[in-house]
């Protein structure tokens, strides 16, 4: 997908159905495309559940938006942050949206941001309901955003957990997949079959909002494309500067 690091985002984050110990990590990863120019968080701040954001929330320059819960089972906090998202969209200079949440509740706010000509990105757990996250440009799980330093000092402190849990946040590249990459390289491959593998990543993302080499344990998509060596073929061509590298990919026959 093409970024832009001038991008104005406004991140808007809902307490109740995303971690804590993520959000390092993911403001991150928001830092890479763009400039988060409002940083909102919305929750009950009198629940003694939410007390563990205090310290994320002073590190990261979040402000914390108070929203009572009026009513036992209707939640107050997503209509909150739906009613924000549509005023910063009317008043404010913005180029897109970062909506931290895992609750398909947000499905019509992206939908409707992005008809707006905003730029979506969602960020949520492994959980979140796939109709929310075909509605963004980008979708992003929490559990593979886990900064070094904390992941060092979980390993330090509990090494067998550590990596089971790694593990456990590492999906299988299925046939699915493979025939997902095939047929996006098909689609825009020159009369030899390669395809520019920067203009194979953007397809991927539009086709599959979701899709992230880190998702099946790589940091980029060529060591993913590399380990699938019966079904690519991968060309990398070397530019006149000689530093640079231009990398191709056709499927096998």
Do not use: H
């Not at 830092?31 to 205090?54: E, M, Q, S």
């Not at 992206?110 to 492994?126: H, I, P, Y």
């Not at 929490?142 to 904390?150: C, D, N, P, W």
């Amino acid at each position: 997908m093409e970024t832009k690091q001038d991008l104005k985002l406004a991140v808007i984050i809902d307490a109740d159905n995303v971690p804590s110990e993520n959000v390092k990590a993911m403001m991150e990863e928001i830092a890479k495309y763009g400039v988060p120019t409002f940083k909102r968080i919305y929750g009950d701040w009198t629940k003694p559940n939410l007390a563990r954001w205090k310290n994320v929330l002073l590190e990261n320059a979040i402000t914390p938006i108070q929203q009572y819960g009026y009513t036992t089972g209707k939640n107050s906090t997503d209509s909150a942050m739906i009613i924000d998202a549509m005023d910063i969209l009317y008043t404010s200079k913005v180029d897109g949206f970062c909506i931290v949440s895992s609750d398909s509740d947000f499905t019509k706010l992206a939908t409707r941001l992005r008809e707006s000509g905003m730029k979506v990105f969602g960020f949520g757990e492994k959980k979140t309901p796939y109709p929310f996250i075909v509605a963004c440009d980008k979708f992003i799980y929490l559990e593979i955003l886990k900064s070094s330093s904390t992941a060092d000092t979980a390993e330090k402190q509990k090494p067998k957990a550590t990596k089971d849990t790694k593990q456990d946040t590492v999906q299988q590249i299925d046939k699915k997949i493979v025939r997902l990459i095939a047929t996006t390289v098909n689609d825009i491959a020159d009369e030899d079959g390669w395809a520019f593998l920067g203009d194979v990543g953007n397809l991927l993302i539009k086709k599959k909002p979701d899709f992230d080499p880190r998702n099946y344990g790589f940091e980029k998509l060529t060591p993913l494309i590399k380990s699938l060596k019966s079904d690519f073929e991968i060309d990398e061509r070397i530019t006149e500067r000689a530093s640079i590298k231009l990398v191709y990919i056709k499927t096998r026959k």
